[in-house]
Nanobody, 122 residues
Framework: EVQLVESGGGLVQPGGSLRLSCAAS????????MSWVRQAPGKGLEWVSS????????TYAQSVKGRFTISRDNAKNTLYLQLNSLKTEDTAMYYC???????????????RGQGTQVTVSS
């Protein structure tokens, strides 16, 4: 069974930064694309970013482009999301998700972890 454990969330002021991590196990991490998605209170799931299996191709939602950076370390089976210039509207539960192939495409049916909370507030 796929295991995904997110960490690194917390409370940060607007303009601040956080680095989220996702530790993956029970599958061949380096063979699959990975994604970050988020869900704000009372809202639906929002795709944030995806990265291909090798790490050389990344895609971002327009709302985070230029502020967030996705990366991965296949030797450590870990996915990252660097969040910079945070805004109050970035407040959400952040989840990592395992893709179904090597290509950086997120599907709502992709398995996700339990999430890590990011709260942006002054």
């Amino acid at each position: 069974e796929v295991q995904l454990v997110e960490s690194g969330g917390g409370l940060v002021q607007p303009g601040g930064s956080l680095r989220l991590s996702c530790a993956a196990s029970e599958f061949t991490f380096s063979s699959y694309a990975m994604s970050w998605v988020r869900q704000a209170p009372g809202k639906g799931l929002e795709w944030v970013s995806s990265i291909n299996s090798g790490g050389g191709t990344t895609t971002y939602a327009q709302s985070v482009k230029g502020r967030f950076t996705i990366s991965r370390d296949n030797a450590k089976n870990t996915l990252y999301l660097q969040l910079n210039s945070l805004k109050t509207e970035d407040t959400a539960m952040y989840y990592c998700a395992k893709g179904s192939t090597f290509a950086p495409i997120f599907l709502p049916t992709d398995p996700r972890g339990q999430g890590t909370q990011v709260t942006v507030s002054s």
